[in-house]
């Protein structure tokens, strides 16, 4: 099992700055990942790691993320990995339809998540759609806790095309409490300002799942 956290938290777990009493750990949950409707490419923003979106559509995928090491230790399967900061996309505008971010908003400072939603909605073409899939970050349980690690077990529909083996990955994500809880409201607050419509949206477990229809 593959454990990630954001580079700061991982850049202090080189230098421990956390005590295990500061991570708390919450209990793994199973969360169904649904397979999507999606034409031409899809941008993945943040594609590394367990890059699920690039295991689920292979081909289709363009996988970008800021750290070349969780692109090459990502499966096969997408068209293309690039190194790429989501908050300087080096696409031309509006040249995808489908533009997803599987659980990487929780890896991007709240300074920035801004510029992550304008820049996603800036590639996307007219009536594209953004699909976001995220933690609810609650608020620390108690004072001293500065990072939460989330425990999952995706499990993707069985007709997938090569989809992933036993069509399962078990992961964990952590994240550094930051200032302020962060969910689907914060995250659909955002996408309006950056000029988003809200399609639909689904809370599984301390999962949801977004689709944002570009204006
Ligand atoms: C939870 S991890 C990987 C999630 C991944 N989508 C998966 O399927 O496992 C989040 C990823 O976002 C990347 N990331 C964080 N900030 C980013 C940014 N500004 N631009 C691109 N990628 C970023 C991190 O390097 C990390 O690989």
Redesign the pocket.
Known sequence: MNM?I??VAAAQQERPRFTPEQIHRYERETTPIDDFAASGLIL???????????QMKRSQVVA????RK?LEE?PGGPLLKIV????ELRFLNSVFQTVTC???L???PLE?QLK?LEEARRVLAPGGRMLIWDVEVPPPPSPEKKVGIFYFTFQFPGQLPGGPAGREVR?G?GTLYGEAPRGAAHYQALARQAGFQLASSKTQGRSFFLELQRT
């Open positions: 990630m954001p580079a993945d923003l943040g594609g590394g790691g367990e890059g699920v979106i690039g970008i993320d800021l750290s969780e990502a790429m900061d989501a908050t599987f659980y990487t929780m890896f991007v920035k992550v992961t994500y």
